[in-house]
């Protein structure tokens, strides 16, 4: 399903994958570089895979979030994937990142939030942790906004989820 909400207030606007603008945001995003060849050689401008879609698109176009669902996963992870979330500029990227979970659980109710993130080629945050010991943080704006570590994929990817129950109202 390919139809995307309208997204009034929120300071963003919905999109469709695949458009110009969005792809060229997602083309910046570090995993584009290994699915980037793959999609010329098919011929298609599509992004985010197969399953139902949400994308997300600041007004400024500034950053996006693309959230997918998909039937049935071969790696065995259950609810919606956030599949790209990348900020160029404007609010904090938690704060971002708060409101597209906000607008994806408006869309896909209940569901259990996920991603994955390549601790080989992000750039992790210092944080300052007991005894004033700095500790390495990869993806440390979805841990401001209340996701938490879930495990390591085979391949060495960090797991990051989020439900519901855990973000305060």
Request: contains cysteine.
């Amino acid at each position: 399903m390919n139809v995307q909400p309208s997204l009034t207030g929120a300071g963003g606007m919905g999109g469709r994958d695949g458009t110009d603008t969005a792809r060229a945001i997602f083309e910046r995003h570090y995993p584009a570089m290994k699915s980037l060849a793959r999609r010329r050689r098919r011929g298609t401008k599509l992004f985010i895979g197969p399953g139902f879609k949400l994308l997300l698109l600041s007004s400024d176009a500034l950053s996006l979030c693309g959230w997918r669902k998909e039937r049935r996963r071969r790696d065995g992870q259950i609810g919606v994937e956030c599949c790209v979330f990348r900020r160029e500029g404007g609010a904090l990227a938690s704060a971002q990142l708060s409101g597209a979970m906000e607008l994806a659980w408006r869309r896909f109710p209940g569901e259990r939030l996920f991603t994955f993130v390549d601790a080989r080629l992000v750039r992790p945050t210092m944080v300052k942790g007991p005894r004033a010991r700095l500790y390495a943080v990869w993806g440390y704006c979805f841990y401001q906004a209340g996701w938490r570590f879930a495990g390591i994929t085979k391949k060495g990817l960090h797991i990051l989820e989020c439900r519901p129950e855990w973000v305060a109202a």
